[in-house]
Every structure is written in structure tokens, then in C-alpha cells.
């Protein structure tokens, strides 16, 4: 017997994708996971609790879940803004709350240069062979396999595609960051459909930062990535909330862009950046059956808890 109101209940081939935005740590992030530690008198050196505990449930739930990692995790010392460098538990920590896929080109990526960047290439390798999580936008040399990165998921090929607009640094690259140059982007899409792709996921770092609307760029570049083959694009950076979209292409796809889906954990407290979104994406066959999104806040310690915590809001 069916509910009246209730949304049919989705095939079982039906994936469902859930995202949220930038995963960062900043400098009293840090103090205050190795705090939490001293006090509870843990082993370890840091406790990233509760951090995302809150939205943990919903991200396990999910058949893929993918977060922006802006943060190198080049070692000690520790650091954060402007030079961000992470504990590898931090990863650990991500992986342990259900994210699936690290998102890792942004404009942070080479903070600590081409030793960190290597650095966090080997540390996301060894997760990875451990089974713990897959990673895309930056690789190494030889590497051809995540990006794009696509990913096999109830019998549906979903290739999943991340740019930068830029790095903050730049010295003489051996390794690859996927930034926002069109034969680069372009041909990601290209390989992921000869691949076997059967749903093409972009997620590109742009924007305009703590801007509540889209720039022009933005929307010419997805207009772009549409035409090109993108089935949805979900991008972050601004570090607030931009607005979303539908593009309909000349092959008459309609393919939804949310511009920003803001921070998913960070120390900021400027107006609008805790304010955040979890996007989910249900797929069957290849094509997109449902796109919704949730309000997400992150508190500070002292608002909620003793410690960051994001949680669902609105």
C-alpha cells in the first residue's frame, strides 16, 4: 500500500551520490582536535570529533559520497591557513565518516609545494590500496586512472571530474593538477565517455570568494562543460552558498550547476560561510532521476559543542 505524498521508491539500480563542499583545517581546528585528544586522554595526537559526525549517517548511506579536501597533508609541522598542511589522520578521519572520494584540485593544493604535493599523493595512494578511499584531480606523472576517476557503482560507470581554477603556487610541475584550461577539462570528459562513463559528474574549484551569485566565467564554463557531456556540475570555493541552475543543451539534456555548495567544515565566521549545502544526486541507468540538496551549518566550539561541528539545519 502506498503513502499518499511519498515519491515512488527507487529502482535498485538507483545510485545515490551525495556531496559536500570544502573539507578544511584550519590553524585553531587543529588546537582544538589535539585539545579534545589531551582530554580524553587518547593515544592519538589529534580527535576530529565531532567534526562531521553529525552528517556521518547520511554520507555512509550514500553508494558514493565525495567532499572537497582542501588541505595538502605534506607533514609536520601541522599548519594552517595560508599554508595548509594536515595530519594524515585527518584523511583517516574523512574516510572513517564515510566519504568515498576526496576532491583535491583547488588553489591549496601546492601550499607546500611539490614535496607536499607528492607527499599527499602517496599518503591518498596507500588509503586507496587500503581499500579506504579514491581520490581525483591531482595525480602523478604516469598515472592515468583518476582523472578522470570513474567509478563502478551498482553495474552504472560514474566518472567523476575535478579542476582548479588555480594554485596559489606555482613551481615547476613533474606532477598533474587539473586546472581550468579548456583542452585539459575538455578532454577529461572526452576520455571519461571512451571510457565507458555512463554518468559524467564535474566538479570544478571557481569563483569568486564569499560572492552569494555566480560570476560570468562560471556560467560560460558551465554552459561548456555542458555542451561537452557533463550530466551535473558541482562546484565550491566562494566558501558560501552560490546560486543553482538548470542548462538546457542543444541536444536537449537538462543539466543542473550549483555554483557553490560552500564549506562542508572550517574555522570561518564571516557572514554566510557556515552556511552550507549536501547535494545528492540519484542515478539509474546513467541518467539522473533526482537532484535535491540539504541546508548544512557548521558551528564553532563554544556554539554547540566544544569542538567544530556540522550539522543539518533549516
Not at 538507483?14 to 582536535?33: E, K, N, S, Y
Not at 587500503?130 to 595525480?139: P, V
Not at 539534456?253 to 567544515?265: C, E, K, Q
Request: with cysteine; net charge negative.
Amino acid at each position: 500500500m502506498s503513502m499518499p505524498g511519498l515519491l515512488p521508491a527507487p529502482r535498485p539500480d538507483t545510485v545515490t551520490v551525495r556531496l559536500i563542499g570544502d573539507v578544511m583545517l584550519h590553524t585553531w581546528q587543529i588546537d582544538a582536535a589535539r585539545t579534545r585528544a589531551r582530554g580524553n586522554s587518547s593515544t592519538r595526537e589529534f580527535d576530529f570529533v565531532p567534526f562531521l559526525d553529525s552528517i556521518a549517517p547520511a554520507l555512509r548511506e550514500a553508494d558514493l559520497a565525495i567532499a572537497g579536501m582542501e588541505f595538502t597533508m605534506a607533514g609536520e609541522p601541522y599548519t594552517g591557513y595560508p599554508a595548509f598542511s594536515a595530519p594524515d589522520s585527518y584523511a583517516e578521519y574523512m574516510a572513517d565518516c564515510g566519504i568515498d572520494v576526496f576532491l583535491t584540485a583547488n588553489n591549496h593544493i601546492l601550499d607546500k609545494g611539490i614535496k607536499g604535493l607528492k607527499r599527499t599523493i602517496r599518503t591518498l595512494d596507500t588509503l586507496e590500496a587500503r581499500g579506504r578511499i579514491r581520490y581525483t584531480g591531482i595525480a602523478a606523472p604516469e598515472d592515468t586512472l583518476h582523472n578522470p576517476l570513474i567509478v563502478r557503482v551498482k553495474d552504472q560507470n560514474i566518472a567523476i571530474i575535478n579542476f582548479t581554477y588555480g594554485t596559489n603556487r606555482y613551481p615547476e610541475l613533474d606532477h598533474h593538477i587539473l586546472c581550468q584550461q579548456d583542452s585539459a577539462v575538455f578532454t577529461m570528459i572526452a576520455k571519461a565517455k571512451e571510457r565507458g562513463a555512463d554518468f559524467v559528474l564535474v566538479c570544478p574549484h571557481w569563483g569568486e570568494e564569499y560572492v552569494l551569485t555566480h560570476n560570468q566565467r562560471q556560467e560560460d564554463w558551465a554552459v561548456s562543460l555542458a555542451q561537452a557531456g557533463a550530466d551535473a556540475i558541482v562546484g565550491a570555493h566562494p566558501h558560501v552558498v552560490q546560486d543553482a541552475a538548470n542548462i538546457t543543451t542543444t541536444d536537449g539534456r537538462t543539466v543542473p550547476v550549483y555554483y557553490s555548495i560552500g564549506n562542508a567544515v572550517s574555522n570561518m565566521s564571516a557572514p554566510n560561510t557556515q552556511d552550507e549545502l549536501m547535494v545528492t544526486l540519484r542515478i539509474s541507468e546513467g541518467k539522473l532521476i533526482d537532484i535535491s540538496h540539504s541546508w548544512l551549518h557548521c558551528y564553532r566550539p563554544g556554539q554547540l559543542t566544544d569542538s567544530y561541528t556540522t550539522v543539518f539545519f533549516r
